[in-house]
């Protein structure tokens, strides 16, 4: 195994680490909630905003992916489901997305709890997916998660398109096959768009992917309360 991990980036105390940068991201979620819910395109209305604040590229990442507007916020509430909905569901987990968050989660990165009450990272998939030591115990909290709650079926839907997806899915598999448990692992190549446009229930914190599915569930959020995990998390509110 290697010694990668997806902890925190050379700077990060200095950008999310203190009571000041905290209470100035704050500011700025709620000047960005304002713009965005007058329809300000999201680019121009965190331009805007990322000056105002004097905030850092990293920080602007985190203060877009903690924003919505009121409609966005609403809209996510209504199909949002509570675990006691979840028993004898199939669900479509959006594979990277929920994945690379949990490893950096466990890494003891930064994360974020915006508006929607989603966790999101400052983490990404750049062509290439590469496993860290964390990512066992990512599939293992998952694992539990399923369990606990009696889901029928749990399909992870990996990007095609990046280096070693077809590995990640392939170890999926294997952990499910050795513990038993009814999942499924597909390559498409949009995810997002096939997420979107799904009938099933949903498992991602990708803002465009929950403004336009049917129905969703906030698994980071479960785990993190579920499994009282130790975490370095800003909520943005």
């Known amino acids: 195994m290697n010694n990668r991990n997806r902890g925190k980036n050379t700077g990060d105390d200095t950008l999310f680490g203190s009571e000041k940068q905290i209470g100035k991201l704050k500011l700025a979620v709620e000047d960005m909630h304002y713009l965005l819910s007058r329809e300000y395109p999201e ?7 990322g000056n105002r604040y004097r905030l850092k590229t990293r920080q602007i990442q985190a203060l877009r992916g903690a924003s919505a ?7 996510r509430r209504l199909k949002r489901l509570e675990a006691t909905d979840l028993k004898e569901k199939t669900i479509y987990l959006d594979g990277f997305n929920v994945l690379i968050l949990l490893e950096s989660l466990l890494s003891e990165a930064y994360i974020f709890e915006g508006l929607d009450g989603c966790i999101r990272d400052l983490s990404g998939v750049h062509g ?23 889901i029928h079926q749990l399909v992870w839907v990996f990007d095609k398109p990046v280096s070693n997806s077809g590995r ?38 990708d803002a465009w992917i929950l403004d336009h599915c049917k129905e969703w569930f906030n698994l980071i959020g479960y785990l993190i309360a579920e499994e009282n995990l130790p975490v370095n998390l800003i909520k943005m509110k």
Not at 43 to 49: E, F, G, N, P, Q
Not at 69 to 75: G, K
Not at 181 to 205: C, R, T, V
């Open 43 to 49: 680019k121009a209305a965190s331009d805007l905003v």
């Open 69 to 75: 507007s009121v409609a966005q916020l609403q809209n």
């Open 128 to 150: 290439t997916y590469k496993r860290v030591n964390q990512t066992l115990r990512a599939v293992e909290l998952i694992a539990s998660f399923y369990q606990k709650n009696q």
């Open 168 to 205: 990640i899915k392939q170890i999926i598999l294997e952990f499910a096959e050795k513990h038993q448990l009814n999942w499924e692992g597909d390559l498409q190549y949009n995810p997002d768009k096939f997420l979107a446009e799904s009938s099933e229930l949903i498992i991602s914190s």
